[in-house]
Nanobody, 124 residues
Framework: QVQLVESGGGSVQAGGSLRLSCVGSGLPYSIQRMGWFRQTPGQDREGVAS????????DYADSVKGRFTISQDKAKNTFYLQMDSLKPEDTAMYYC?????????????????WGQGTQVTVSS
């Protein structure tokens, strides 16, 4: 059974930092892309960052480049999203996702497995 479990969300003031974690289990070998998405009420899920787990190449949304960093610890089956210089507009539910390494990285349709989400709230 595939499971993705996020943690690390919370409330922080603008300019602060948070690190989200996603622990994966039961993932098939074909899953070689991990992504972080975020969603606010009434909006579509937005791709924030992704990483190709085999070759380590990462991609970022323009809105978070230079502030967020995606990384992985293969030994722990854990993926991270380090979020620095947070802004109120980063407030959202953040989801970890796993999918195949083809197609547009920021398309939610390309990810088969999803975590339950962790809330990030940034106050001004």
């Amino acid at each position: 059974q595939v499971q993705l479990v996020e943690s690390g969300g919370g409330s922080v003031q603008a300019g602060g930092s948070l690190r989200l974690s996603c622990v994966g289990s039961g993932l098939p070998y074909s899953i070689q892309r991990m992504g972080w998405f975020r969603q606010t009420p009434g909006q579509d899920r937005e791709g924030v960052a992704s990483i190709h787990t085999a070759i380590g190449i990462s991609d970022y949304a323009d809105s978070v480049k230079g502030r967020f960093t995606i990384s992985q610890d293969k030994a722990k089956n854990t993926f991270y999203l380090q979020m620095d210089s947070l802004k109120p507009e980063d407030t959202a539910m953040y989801y970890c996702a796993a999918g195949a390494p083809w197609g547009r990285w920021s398309s939610a349709e390309g990810y088969r497995y999803w975590g339950q989400g962790t809330q990030v709230t940034v106050s001004s």
